[in-house]
């Protein structure tokens, strides 16, 4: 049994370089044992064996380019079979050729699972991330913060959103999980937990009273907003504070407009209409 | 004492939340990395925030104004409305649109706005807004303008050069429900207008013989909104009014705005609104006919008096109403077939498809798939699994039915 420790932070390379070694060296995957390691780990001798020498009757291995889009998202997961998972894959697929395009097997099916979770993750950190702006520009160029807390390890692979839709202000994501920084030149990644920066913008102000505004009392569905905005994205959105007073007011605010009477047209309807 | 931005901010968008489109996606894919500047649309959508009504925020949703000079019955802008009036300069929607989108609150701006003095005044004053985004500021992200169907042809060429999307709201279903409740609207003129954006959009596809480039003219298309359960029309006139834009006039979207107590409503407005269900079901019986093969027809059939089903959505109440073309065998059936079995979809369908190549597949095959297996087992036959005969089921409709919807909204 081949124990080994990756860090695991989405990065693919740490997981390929492993797992091509096993691969040439004939290891099957059920003489590997992957384990997360934390930094500092090896402290306490939770040291990494060897990589064993490649086994020239093996074959060079082959790797389908879906596969490798696929373990690009499952890298990314936190779930601590991640790595071994896609070990397994990866020695299937070099004999069954068509495994990945078996949704009902069931190591597929989990792989798919768990790119599917990354894929929803990315997309709502794309969606709630939300900028404060950082004092006054500096060389011309406006300067803004976020703090965000995804569920795995994304910012590298959703950094260059960011980096192609906000290219002419300067700004920093913070997660517990990584950062991105872009200052007009370089992208520069990290992926040690950062601090929760502390910001005040006032534009907020003008976002929540839209969202107060854009809100119609009349057709409340609670469930609806929750399942697509789940409360644990709600601690870190300027808006959300907002969200349970808009609700509770909801039907006293539609009643109000059932109940009023038409009332009589200004002067200002009357000119226009007699003109007509 | 004249108006802060805040407080003009919060009447405009007040005024704007009728509009059910908040649509960002379908357009080029583009982005500031060449550019050095602001903003991209990288195919979908996203929905920057949900509001409690459960619709997603996706753009900046506002009037330019919200003083009128049209008196749309069923409008809280409508000429003989008390509603509270603002207005906007176009350069404060464009600074709103810019902090608001760096701030990543929104992927763009759906810019509308009540009529004021004339046609080509109101038009001009969007299109303002556009330029001077795109121009000045180097924005890429997403703009949706609401195009006013009078307006000069120059200013509407200008509006398609800025804008992502271009829409014509044609309000009612039928001609005579326009006449009725929008009387300064007149239906053959909306019609022109969407054909003529029509055919410049589908233009603007080819590039053109000369420079070989394409022309930019509104990349994601158009689309328009009818409100329902003002006029009497059924569920049948106004698919049928859909399938009628699509096909004509090749609209993105028909959205379906189910009419909604507005503040200071007119005493002309019937009394009765219609459930919130409605509107869901014309969105699904909409999608069945875009995407799932069905034709209108056959949905609306399914009642003598055309009306879709509340309790069930209309693809449930076709295989009610249709038992004898079921049970659906996922091993051998045709694509087309399987997108009609409930609780099979275009995500699920494709999938099947791969799957059975390599194997013959059992319910729970299906269930790895992401298929709901209690709800298509009455509906489909598997290996190792057959159905009870459909028509000899009777508690199938019960079995499928929402719950009734509870009184209290808080529940
Ligand atoms: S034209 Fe009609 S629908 Fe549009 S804002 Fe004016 S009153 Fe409302």
Redesign the pocket.
């Known amino acids: 049994m081949i124990r080994l420790g990756l860090r695991g932070r989405g990065d693919l390379a740490e997981w390929r370089d492993a797992a091509r070694a096993l691969l040439r060296a004939g290891v099957g995957p059920g003489d590997v044992e992957w384990q997360v390691r934390y930094d500092g780990a090896d402290l306490f001798g939770l040291a990494d064996d060897p990589l064993p020498p490649p086994d020239p009757a093996v074959p060079a291995p082959t790797v389908p380019a879906a596969f490798l889009t696929l373990a690009d998202a499952v890298i990314c997961h936190r779930d601590p079979a991640r790595f071994a998972l896609l070990y397994r894959l990866l020695w299937r697929v070099q004999g069954e050729r068509a495994l990945l395009s078996i949704p009902s097997d069931p190591d597929v099916a989990r792989a798919e699972t768990l790119e599917k979770a990354i894929r929803r993750d990315a997309h709502k950190m794309k969606a709630f991330v939300r900028f404060k702006e950082m004092g006054l520009p500096r060389d011309g160029r406006r300067r803004f913060a976020a703090w965000f807390e995804p569920d795995n390890f994304i910012v590298g692979r959703t950094s260059g959103f960011f980096q192609r839709r906000f290219t002419d202000m300067d700004w920093i994501i913070a997660t517990p999980k990584g950062s991105a920084a872009w200052d007009g030149r370089e992208l520069t990644l990290s992926d040690q937990p950062s601090a929760k920066p502390d910001l005040i913008d006032a534009t907020d102000d003008l976002w929540r009273t839209y969202f107060t505004h854009i809100f119609n009392p009349a057709r409340l569905k609670v469930q609806a907003m929750q399942s697509q905005m789940p409360k644990k994205y709600w601690k870190n959105l300027p808006e959300a504070d907002l969200i349970p007073d808009l609700i509770a007011g909801a039907e006293d605010r539609m009643r109000e407009m059932i109940d009023r009477e038409a009332t009589q047209p200004k002067p200002f309807h009357h000119r226009i209409r007699e003109r007509e | 004492m004249a108006k802060s931005l805040k407080q003009r901010l919060a009447i405009l968008s007040d005024a704007a939340k009728y509009d059910a489109s908040c649509a960002s996606s379908g357009t080029q894919r583009r982005d500031s990395s060449a550019s050095g500047g602001l903003g991209s649309t990288e195919g979908m959508g996203i929905c920057h925030a949900y509001a409690p009504d459960g619709r997603c925020i996706s753009l900046l949703k506002i009037l330019l104004t919200?003083f009128?000079i049209?008196?749309?019955v069923y409008?809280v802008?409508?000429?003989s409305s008390n509603v509270e009036r603002a207005r906007f300069t176009a350069d404060e929607v464009v600074w709103l649109t810019l902090e608001f989108y760096r701030r990543n609150y929104i992927e763009g701006l759906f810019l509308s706005s009540?009529?004021i003095r004339s046609s080509d005044y109101t038009m001009e004053q969007l299109v303002r807004v556009a330029r001077d985004l795109r121009t000045l500021h180097n924005f890429r992200g997403y703009i949706h303008l609401k195009t006013i169907p009078e307006a000069a042809p120059q200013l509407i060429e200008e509006a398609g050069l800025y804008a992502d999307r271009l829409s014509i709201?044609i309000?009612l279903p039928t001609d005579q429900g326009i006449e009725q409740f929008?009387p300064?609207?007149h239906p053959a003129r909306i019609r022109r207008s969407m054909s003529d954006l029509s055919l410049k959009i589908e233009a603007a596809k080819e590039p053109t013989l000369k420079t070989k480039r394409r022309q930019r003219f509104a990349p994601g298309g158009q689309s328009t909104q009818m409100i329902v359960g003002v006029d009497g029309a059924t569920d049948a006139t106004i698919l049928g009014s859909s399938v009628d834009l699509y096909s004509r006039f090749r609209l993105r979207r028909v959205y379906y705005s189910a009419f909604s107590p507005i503040p200071d409503a007119s005493s002309a407005l019937p009394l009765s609104r219609p459930p919130l269900m409605r509107e869901h079901r014309l969105y699904q019986a909409d999608w069945l006919y875009r995407f799932y093969g069905f034709d209108v027809a056959e949905i609306t059939s399914v009642r003598a008096d055309g009306n879709l089903e509340l309790d069930i959505d209309p693809k449930l109440a076709w295989a009610l109403a249709n038992r004898d073309r079921f049970p659906v065998d996922v091993n051998r059936a045709e694509k087309e077939m399987l997108l009609r079995v409930p609780g099979l979809g275009t995500i699920s369908v494709p999938s099947i498809l791969s799957a059975r190549r390599h194997k013959r597949l059992r319910l729970d095959d299906l269930e790895r798939l992401r298929v709901s297996v209690c709800k298509v087992r009455p509906f489909i036959m598997a290996e190792g699994w057959s159905p009870l005969r459909l028509t000899d089921r009777t508690d199938l409709r019960e079995l499928f039915a929402s719950k009734p919807q509870q009184l209290s909204l808080f529940g």
């Open positions: 919200n009128c049209y008196d749309c409008c802008n409508r000429s009540g009529i709201n309000e929008a300064q609207k």
